[in-house]
């Protein structure tokens, strides 16, 4: 709590305010909501598919989709930048169809969408798991689709994990420094998310901006966190 208190005492005396601030607002919303709708349902087909499909090795696949939990976000912008990147053979043929993701708004969203990508699958899965089939087998016979026995039966269930999941997507999007940093080149007006304008206030000695920056970020996820509870 003594960081958080500290934190609010500095920046009640230095609240700033600039174009900065409300262009990285932006781009951090823009590329956090759009991470959330699709890791959302992505996760969701994702979890599906592991609890009702015959996987071979399926610890394997799940401990490959929880990959993103366990290796640093700088990694994983240097593997996205790899297969990506102008010199890569995908990146050559994406140059071609004028179709550039590093230093690009693109960037963004694929380095967000690839460290969240665990956290809807974590929150359904166990819950799909521990379905009683006795009510899905009974819509079955009553010639129900399997379409119609998700949305029906299985959906109300997994609809609160659901949303625990979207939100910390969004909040974990929102906070992303390592991996978009790599990716995204960190430009002014075009890349620039509110936490590398953190970094880049702070090691420029613009405290006041670092700190408002901060209390935006902590604000907006806390907000987040109690209008779901």
Known sequence: MLPLVYMLVQVGTQFTWSWEILSACR?????STVTMMINGG??????????????PAKSIWLGILNLPLSISPVIVALMLNSVYGIHSPIGKWLW???????FHFSALVLASLFVTLPFVVKEIVPILEQLDETQKEAARIL????TQVFWKIS??????????GVIATHCRA????GAVALLSGNI???????TLLLEQSYKEYETPLAWSVALLL??????LKIAHE
């Open 27 to 31: 781009l951090s919303l823009l590329c």
């Open 42 to 55: 992505m996760g969701l087909l994702a979890a599906w598919g592991f609890t009702h499909g015959h996987w």
């Open 96 to 102: 071609t169809k004028h179709l550039v993701i590093p």
């Open 143 to 146: 010639g129900a689709k399997e």
């Open 155 to 164: 959906f109300p269930y997994v609809r609160r994990a659901l949303i625990n």
């Open 174 to 177: 929102m906070g992303e420094f």
């Open 188 to 194: 002014s007006h075009q890349t620039q998310t509110l």
């Open 218 to 223: 902590s604000i907006w996820c806390f907000c």
